[in-house]
């Protein structure tokens, strides 16, 4: 059974050995700090189960550490000398990997690269080391998965600690912003002030199922590093009852700390916070396909067919004169989650309608983008689609003729073409929408490159 949770950070100059004074720098977190490894050491589980950043990160998998145990130190920061042995729970992570791959969910212990324990491990460990000994490991690592698969392996390792009846503890090891100061170690950005506020006003409130409305491209303008620590923690603390307490939050060195203690009140099967996510967004698409044009609903009517069937739409009847008659460039985007989940598109014309270019671009990004595996069926009703139509292209001598919202482009250098839609959440400047078409066409940043602009027409 888990009988505490807590989110920490892990900044490796709290250390003393490390920080040489400077850990006086953020004091409020070193005492809250010491709280943690006091409540743990009163806790005394026979297992902790830690959630490390800086594990090995896959992107479509989980890791956890096999074997006995491992060993580390803080030589990477100057204190050699600060070093860790730890036992891990064989028992716990084998009935966790059985539970994870019965679950199709993809963790387990294949792919390890470096045995040695992290500083987003050993940082946690360092202060429970002080209240509490008797205990053995589990690490897991992150993945690019979405953040509800991550929610789903917290489950799991809740599952593993009753099926064993092991008293468990678990830290979800994770900074918040590191883009807090322009003097900061990464500088600044107005989404990392942002994402800390709102995260600790999530975190401290105990209401996990908010983690899972952050997009992707918001977490990653923020630059956070915990939050899908944060993530696993919640769906571990799943139909449960906590009562939360918010220990601490600094952020003087431009990267955000924070830390919260969970302490366990019983079931709640109210809070099945995932199944709620899941259902408030599936009410949202449901509406939103209502809402749909003539363009989308083509284009989602071809991928349904192809992914339930293997077989391409036929045309329909009764589409809008202008779908029939007209030839453009087409590009269908999909999304999942908020996530990317397929995109392709054609620059010029290569159908004879702007309707056969929709049927065929929509097949292309279910199940032909190389970035991501074919859609399966039963992700179909969790898809929002787009569809872009492009104007024609006009060559430009000068990016101060590009308008991030209004205008796409296109680069070109020799045989190498990339091109960026306009109007996308996360790109915000001309800069960021050039580098991005050079990196998609293969272009060096500071290779020239020729640019043309295009304006679309985006149907929702």
């Keep these: 059974m888990i009988t505490g949770a807590f989110m920490a950070p892990h900044p490796p100059l709290i250390v003393p050995e490390i920080g040489r004074g400077e850990e006086r720098r953020i004091r409020d977190t070193v005492d809250a700090y010491h709280e943690?490894?006091?409540?743990?050491?009163?806790?005394?589980?026979?297992?902790?189960?830690?959630?490390?950043?800086?594990q090995v990160m896959y992107a479509d998998y989980f890791h956890i550490s096999p074997g006995n145990g491992a060993k580390g130190d803080f030589s990477q920061f100057s204190a050699g000398q600060v070093r860790f042995e730890v036992r891990y729970d064989t028992e716990f992570v084998?009935?966790?990997?059985?539970?994870?791959?019965?679950?199709?969910?993809?963790?387990?212990?294949?792919?390890?690269r470096d045995r040695r324990l992290d500083h987003g491990t050993m940082v946690p460990l360092y202060f429970v080391n002080q209240y509490w000994k008797d205990y053995q490991l589990v690490r897991v690592g992150l993945s690019g998965l979405p953040l509800t698969v991550h929610y789903e392996l917290g489950r799991r390792i809740r599952e593993t600690a009753e099926v064993l009846?092991?008293?468990?503890?678990?830290?979800?090891?994770?900074?918040?912003s590191h883009r807090l100061k322009?003097?900061?170690p990464y500088g600044y950005q107005k989404e990392g002030p942002e994402y800390?506020?709102?995260?600790?006003?999530v975190m401290e409130r105990g209401n996990f199922g908010e983690l899972l409305e952050f997009s992707e491209d918001f977490c990653e303008k923020a630059g956070e590093c915990g939050h899908r620590s944060f993530t696993i923690m919640a769906g571990a603390l799943d139909r449960t009852e906590v009562e939360a307490r918010r220990l601490s939050y600094e952020g003087p060195f431009g990267v955000g700390y924070g830390i919260c203690i969970y302490e366990i009140k019983g079931r709640n099967l109210n809070r099945n916070l995932k199944d709620q996510y899941e259902e408030k967004e599936r009410n949202r698409i449901l509406k939103q396909r209502q809402q749909e044009d003539a363009y989308v609903q083509l284009a989602r009517n071809t991928v349904e067919?192809?992914?339930?069937?293997?077989?391409?739409l036929r045309m329909p009847?009764?589409?809008?004169?202008e779908m029939q008659d007209r030839r453009a460039g087409v590009f269908v985007s999909i999304k999942k989650e908020g996530r990317l989940r397929g995109c392709i598109g054609t620059i010029q014309a290569v159908c004879p309608s702007i309707a056969q270019e929709i049927i065929e671009n929509g097949i292309s990004a279910a199940s032909r983008d190389p970035r991501f595996s074919p859609i399966e069926p039963e992700e179909l009703d969790k898809l929002t689609i787009t569809v872009d139509v492009l104007g024609d292209t006009e060559k430009i001598d000068s990016p101060d003729k590009l308008d991030v919202k209004r205008y796409g482009v296109v680069v070109t250098k020799g045989?190498?073409?990339?091109?960026?839609?306009?109007?996308l959440e996360g790109v915000d400047t001309v800069e960021e929408q050039i580098a991005i078409a050079k990196q998609k066409a293969g272009i060096g940043e500071q290779e020239e490159a020729e640019l043309e602009r295009f304006e679309v027409v985006r149907h929702y």
Excluded at 416 to 423: D, S
């Design 415 to 423: 045989y190498r073409r990339g091109l960026l839609l306009p109007n």
């Design 94 to 112: 084998d009935n966790l990997c059985k539970l994870a791959d019965a679950g199709d969910l993809p963790a387990g212990t294949a792919g390890e």
């Design 305 to 312: 067919e192809y992914v339930r069937t293997g077989k391409k």
């Design 196 to 201: 800390d506020s709102r995260v600790m006003q």
């Design 36 to 54: 943690v490894g006091r409540r743990i050491g009163e806790l005394k589980p026979e297992t902790i189960v830690l959630l490390s950043p800086h």
């Design 165 to 176: 009846n092991r008293r468990i503890v678990i830290i979800a090891s994770g900074d918040l």
């Design 182 to 184: 322009s003097d900061g």
């Design 317 to 321: 009847e009764g589409l809008p004169g």
